[in-house]
């Protein structure tokens, strides 16, 4: 504090909005219990890790509180309460306040708020609604901030799955282009070229068979496939055909030599160049549109699943395939978990549906398998089982890591608030705070099992319509 300040009266809180609802003897116990303290434009009185044993009110002026690993900054400012509130467990500050403008608090050792409750109820209530409200908006904030964290995840997995079949598009559609330049020049250097009908119709026949194998491709090892290439271009180079690159064109197809060798006799050496050339051609055509084709699909289906794990344009409870939801969240980590990672389903397959909310559980099936691969990151086996079986009346959904295990008082704190093991910035210590709150949104329960090497999260869920207003909504 860089001023001197006065003692505060009676009368000077009873201008302030938040005391002047209260009895004047109220008043008078506030103040003098009250010290008032001045600062000065960027002074820090906060700071993270002091001792949380005070209750302020801004008098005039402007404070600003930043929390730790939190980018939003809180302001108060006259008329409003920070610090220490009623009832409130916080024993440390978890991050810093300095004033902004030259402020005026008043400051009470939380020590006193225990009769503050009997001397100035009204007071007191106002400021347990201020402690309901903060912890309200501290806890979506914090929830919002762990469902992006997940989203970012997942984002970076979809951005990599997707950017391989986009990139193929890419490149198959340019080499596409090209082929068919060099295609039209030799079909326009044949045209010009009397072709006889025989030879029109062994090419035909040729471009039917070079279709089907570019649709359907052989299996061929390595040491076959060059060996066949290497008799083909033994055979062109005999007849001083060595600049056609139709070898390939030839075993790929499955065309043997003595199907194609009548067309020299029927066509000539020259134009048979442009008639090989048009095929391999014609086969590099039907392979990269074939390749373009599948890359498209599965960009296609990457997207149906994003839509179909979000549940867009569905109404919030439906009948939910457990199964299915458990399928297209592990196609949400399928980038992660190429990484040294096997996944066991152990599913029961005839699993009833489900009235629920497919998002919501969506986001439990998120929750527990990005924990899993977290848990397993420095294990020798990498092993992510989940199982489904149904039981009376409902569902059951194991989900079982090989990880290092959790020790009997982490397991206890596992599902508070804000509770995690992970590095800071890595977690929120929300996540399974959140999908234990959706489980039981839908009358259900969750549960851990651990030990080293072996972790079972066991979901619960009935098959019975949540009731009405129960399920917790999506932020």
């Not at 062109?236 to 009548?262: D, F, K, M, Q």
């Not at 299915?324 to 196609?331: A, F, H, N, V, W």
Request: proline share 5%; aromatic share 6%; with cysteine.
């Amino acid at each position: 504090m860089t001023q001197e300040c006065n003692a505060i009266t009676a009368a000077e809180l009873a201008r302030i909005d938040l005391f002047k609802d209260d009895e004047p003897a109220a008043l008078e116990w506030l103040a003098g219990r009250f010290e008032l303290r001045c600062y000065e434009p960027g002074e820090q009185f906060i700071k993270t890790g002091d001792p949380a044993n005070e209750f302020m009110v801004v008098l005039e002026g402007e404070v600003h509180f930043a929390r730790d690993g939190d980018p939003n900054v809180f302001i108060r400012s006259a008329g409003q309460p920070t610090g220490v509130l009623p009832f409130s467990r916080m024993t440390t500050f978890r991050g810093k306040a300095w004033a902004v403008r030259p402020t005026r608090v008043v400051v009470m050792n939380a020590s006193h708020l225990r009769e503050l409750v009997y001397h100035a109820p009204v007071l007191a209530q106002k400021l347990v609604n201020e402690m309901v409200d903060r912890s309200r908006d501290f806890t979506q904030r914090n929830e919002r901030a762990n469902k992006m964290l997940a989203l970012g995840k997942l984002s970076a997995g979809l951005a990599h799955e997707l950017n391989n079949p986009a990139s193929a598009v890419v490149r198959s559609a340019s080499r596409l282009r090209e082929v068919l330049v060099e295609r039209r020049k030799h079909a326009i250097a044949l045209k010009t070229e009397v072709v006889p009908l025989a030879a029109q119709s062994l090419l035909t026949d040729l471009g039917e068979i070079i279709a089907e194998a570019a649709r359907n491709p052989r299996n061929l090892d390595a040491l076959e496939r060059a060996d066949l290439e290497a008799e083909v271009s033994d055979w062109l180079e005999a007849r001083h055909l060595s600049n056609i690159s139709a070898a390939a064109t030839l075993v790929e197809a499955g065309i043997p030599i003595a199907r194609v060798e009548p067309l020299i006799g029927l066509i000539g050496p020259h134009n048979f160049e442009h008639g090989m050339h048009m095929l391999a051609a014609d086969f590099e055509v039907f392979t990269l549109s074939r390749e373009i084709e599948e890359a498209s699909r599965r960009i296609a289906d990457l997207v149906q699943a994003v839509k179909s794990y979000s549940y867009m344009d569905r109404i919030p409870t439906t009948e939910v395939d457990i199964e299915q939801g458990i399928d297209i969240t592990l196609r949400m980590f399928q980038h992660q978990l190429k990484h040294g990672y096997q996944v066991k389903k152990v599913f029961a397959g005839d699993l009833p549906k489900i009235h629920a909310n497919g998002g919501e559980l969506n986001q439990i099936w998120t929750n527990l398998i990005d924990n899993a691969i977290d848990a397993m990151q420095n294990s020798p086996t990498k092993i992510l089982e989940i199982r489904t079986c149904t039981e009376p009346g409902g569902v059951v959904v194991d989900v079982i890591d090989s990880g290092s295990g959790m020790t009997p008082q982490v397991q206890a704190q596992i599902f508070d608030p804000f509770f995690t093991t992970k590095d800071v910035g890595k977690g929120t210590g929300l996540g399974l705070d959140i999908a234990m709150r959706i489980v039981r949104g839908h009358r259900g329960s969750i549960q851990v099992q651990s030990v080293p090497g072996r972790t079972i999260f066991q979901v619960r869920l009935p098959l019975g319509c949540p009731e009405p207003g129960v399920a917790i909504p999506t932020p």
